[in-house]
């Protein structure tokens, strides 16, 4: 194996992978194409547990590209539209993945008829040269194997995303077959650079990809969702015990909420969709109160004005302690804070929108048939009294943007996470 294949199957499988250090389920698990599901026009569907890491962003941005376009029927696409709008959202990604350091765009494809013997791993050749490269989708992934599949992978470097856009289309039954996920995986990797990959990630000797339960990284993820691989989801870069540890510096264009924010593992988020001034209040409100109790002591009340940048003279937080604390309890609540700052953010008054819900694993769907999930979210005043629907992983998921969020599905279970 080439030097250049060897940095790329570190990066993503670390350095023991190989026929001994990496679990051949785990590999076998990646080896899957983007398809879409019979039951679910626009649906990818993912047959086992590890490449939703991937599969999950393609499938933000499709929708995202379906929402956008003047299509009046977004769930239903006929085959043609399906190809043209798997590779479109593809071009996206590779598009956005390519940093300013980087040379080209590039795609990691197959080079037809040639044995392990024959070729090194990621060589490179010229777009022009490229015609001859095909998936030997005949072979079966347990023939295949680890070692042979990267030996059998072909860099394609482009200097114009046009050009690049034309290849994406011409190696279309590449994505949609046998190891289409992980081609496109490392098409992402070689175009972004990876040695401008190690510099995001947090620690360079972490794979994207863990060797143990074939799940990706946060930074793969990150890399997915805004084309860098930082390892943390925070508003832009902290100092901690003199590490400068890097976050997301824009605001992404597809959102991101995790299970892991409702359970305080991770806060301030820039891959959210972009917040009124009241949410904004929320999140610095709940960062001086970790428990969620829904108060603060007064005497926090000034450094949360400060963060806010709100005028925060000593006489003003003193008037408005007793304004917002008159039986002088000692406590502020967040309700009056956010009505006496925020009034023109009505949060008194109910909001509904049609919700829908994606798993790609057939055995996490109703009948196991991979569709969305439709249903109501009503978002709640926090002076109305609460109708609890439910307290399932997905409502806390979306309670982190909406904290008084309440939903009802058109089915008879609520749709799972896992």
Sequence with gaps: MSEAGQELVHLVWGKKAGPRGLADTIFCRWAQGFVFSESESTALEQFEGGPCAVIAPVQA??????????????????????????????CDILEMACSDNSESYSLATWIRGKTTEETASISESPAE?????????????????????HALIHKRAFKSFPELKDAVWDQYSVWTNRFGVLLFLY??????????????IEDATEPLIDPVYGHGSQSLINLLLTGHAV??????????????????????????LTLMESLRYCKDMALVAPEAPSEQARRVFQTYDPE??????????????????????PEYVNLMKTKLDPEGLGIILLGPFLQEFF????????????????????????????MYVEGTAVVMGFEEPMLQTDDTPVKRCLQTKWPYIELLWTTDRSPSLN
Excluded at 63 to 71: G, H, M, N, P, V
Aim: net charge negative; charged share 30%.
């Design 231 to 256: 390892s943390n989801v925070w508003d832009g870069d902290r100092e901690c015990s003199g590490m400068k540890l890097l976050g997301i510096h824009k605001q992404a264009t597809v959102g991101f």
């Design 292 to 313: 969620d109790n829904g108060f603060i002591p007064d005497t926090l009340l000034e450094d949360v004005m400060k963060a806010l940048d709100l005028v925060s003279d």
């Design 61 to 90: 941005f499709l929708l995202k590209r379906l929402f956008t376009s003047e299509k009046s029927t977004w769930r239903d696409c006929p085959e043609e539209e399906q190809k043209n709008l798997l590779c479109h959202t593809l």
């Design 343 to 370: 009034p023109e953010q009505d949060s008194r008054v109910s909001e509904s929108f049609t919700v829908y819900h994606y798993n790609g694993l057939k055995q996490s769907n109703y009948n196991e048939k991979v």
């Design 129 to 149: 040269s490229s015609r001859q490269e095909e998936q030997p989708s005949a072979l079966a992934v347990e023939e295949l194997g680890f070692e042979r599949f």
């Design 187 to 200: 098409s992402v990797i070689l175009t972004k650079g990876i040695e401008n990959i190690k510099n995001e």
